[in-house]
């Protein structure tokens, strides 16, 4: 599965960035999708996901009321859309994807799920 993430970019604090991930060829309906964040230094932190076929999300709290996912299975692409950026939002940012139990009802944002990554995309917030 081959992940490809877009839209990343330097903006202000207070602006907004919408980032993409785009698997070609490859259908999201029964897998999960996360988007994670890494500076140097520390270790990735996931901080969403999707359930492609449930369409139930988690977001972590650094980024809850700021940042929606959401699925597109048609152009299978899973969109972040950021808000309100903050300095410390600033990162390369990952989407990753792993099949879905059968029966499951949501996603997580543990590392250790994703069996496939994208590149990553580099997002800069300036004060």
């Known amino acids: 599965v081959q992940l490809v993430e877009s839209g990343g970019g330097s903006v202000q604090a207070g602006g907004s960035l919408r980032l993409s991930c785009a698997a070609p060829g490859f259908t999201f309906g029964n897998y999960a999708v996360g988007w994670f964040r890494q500076v140097p230094g520390k270790e990735r932190e996931g901080i969403s996901c999707i359930n492609s076929k449930e369409r139930s999300t988690q977001y972590a709290d650094s980024v809850k009321g700021r940042f929606t996912i959401s699925s597109d299975n048609a152009k299978s692409t899973v969109y972040l859309q950021m808000n309100n950026l903050k300095p410390e939002d600033a990162a390369v940012y990952f989407c990753?994807?792993?099949?879905?139990?059968?029966?499951?009802?949501?996603?997580?944002?543990?590392?250790?799920?994703?069996?496939?990554w994208g590149q990553g995309t580099q997002v800069t917030v300036s004060a």
């Open positions: 990753a994807t792993y099949g879905l139990k059968h029966h499951s009802l949501a996603c997580g944002m543990r590392r250790t799920l994703y069996d496939y």
